[in-house]
Structures are given as structure tokens and as C-alpha cells.
């Protein structure tokens, strides 16, 4: 068994902060791509799959075989992961609300109309199958 030395250590907690920042700021461009976008679910997909896959790359890379190395690496990830969520999260659900109440105001009579029709739709249906 490899134990850890400080300079392990050190690379180690690096890499996972690295990682964590790149994750998040990938997340955040992918947010602003996809308000603007006509296919938000494909652009969602591959930007999970792209952020995912280089996660798990970068932490494989720099792990150099090491399982001690790796873990502590995803455990650097997950505690600032988790501290950037606490710091972030009154921006984000601030930033989110404005954005919904901005997409809501854009077509009310739009949406509303929409919903009517789709509800007379179904109880045409429910009519003529009895």
C-alpha cells in the first residue's frame, strides 16, 4: 500500500479545487447557452456528459494509479463543491426567480390560451369516448 506524501497531498487538494471551479463555471455558460437555445435538453445532455467525462479524466490523470490519491482528490471535489453551493445559492435562486418571472411575463395570453385549449381538447376526448 502507496501512502500519501505532503506533496500528494497537496497536488491532490489542488486538483480537486481546480476541477471543482472548472465543473462550475462550465455549468454556468451551459445555464446561459441554454435560455438562448431552441434544443435545451440535447445541449443539457452533452454538457453533463462533457463535464462528467472530464472529472472523472483529470482525476484519473493525476491520480497516476494511486486509489488513495483519487479518493482524496473527490473528497476535495465534494467539500468545495459543497462550500460554493452555500456561498452561491442565494445568487443562483435570486438569478433563477428573476429569470422565471421575466419568461412568464413574456406571454401570458400565450400560455394561458394554450392550457385552455389543451383542456378542451381532453374533455372533447372524454365526450366522445362515452
Not at 435560455?35 to 435538453?41: D, E, G, I, L
Not at 456528459?49 to 494511486?66: D, K, T, V
Request: charged share 20%; aromatic share 12%.
Amino acid at each position: 500500500m502507496h501512502l500519501l506524501t505532503g506533496s500528494d497531498i497537496i497536488v491532490s487538494f489542488i486538483v480537486g479545487v481546480v476541477l471543482c471551479l472548472i465543473y462550475f463555471y462550465l455549468l454556468w455558460r451551459t445555464m446561459g447557452i441554454v435560455r438562448k437555445s431552441t434544443h435545451p435538453m440535447m445541449i443539457l445532455f452533452f454538457s453533463g456528459a462533457l463535464r462528467i467525462f472530464l472529472l472523472i479524466f483529470i482525476a484519473l490523470l493525476f491520480a497516476e494509479q494511486n486509489m488513495a490519491r483519487l479518493l482524496l482528490i473527490f473528497c476535495v471535489f465534494m467539500l468545495t463543491r459543497f462550500v460554493l453551493l452555500k456561498i452561491a445559492k442565494p445568487a443562483f435562486k435570486q438569478e433563477f426567480e428573476k429569470s422565471e418571472i421575466v419568461y412568464h411575463n413574456e406571454k401570458p395570453k400565450a400560455l394561458k390560451s394554450g392550457l385552455k385549449r389543451k383542456g378542451q381538447a381532453k374533455a372533447r376526448k372524454k365526450s366522445v369516448q362515452k
